[in-house]
């Protein structure tokens, strides 16, 4: 039963996190464009980009795409907890990361 336990978390917390992470590109997509009137740059590693476009751009991402993924698996592993009972594999006190 642990191991059907494990694979279950396990594609919940894959299918939350790519979701979350997805729906929050989209709509930094969007954002940026509203904002600076134009495309977010498609790769911030080009010399045409200017630095701080650059860096602006990869914080951003980086940071909301994270946070986002982040209360996704949380709302996920409270979603496991209240179908089974437990914390998830991983999530409980004493588990190996």
């Keep these: 039963m642990a191991s059907d336990s494990s694979k279950v978390w ?18 930094l997509d969007r954002s940026w464009k509203i904002a600076a009137g134009k495309n977010p740059p498609d790769n911030p590693a080009d010399p045409d980009v200017s630095l701080g476009e ?10 909301m795409v994270a946070l986002a993924r982040m209360i996704a698996q949380r709302r996920a592993a409270n979603y496991y907890t209240r179908s089974t009972g437990h914390l998830p594999p991983g999530l409980r006190a004493g588990d190996k990361a």
Excluded: F
Excluded at 54 to 63: C, D, F, K, Q, R
């Design 10 to 27: 396990t594609v919940m917390s894959l299918v939350a996190g790519l979701g979350a992470a997805a729906v929050t590109r989209k709509l």
């Design 54 to 63: 650059a860096v602006m751009w990869a914080s951003l991402t980086g940071a």
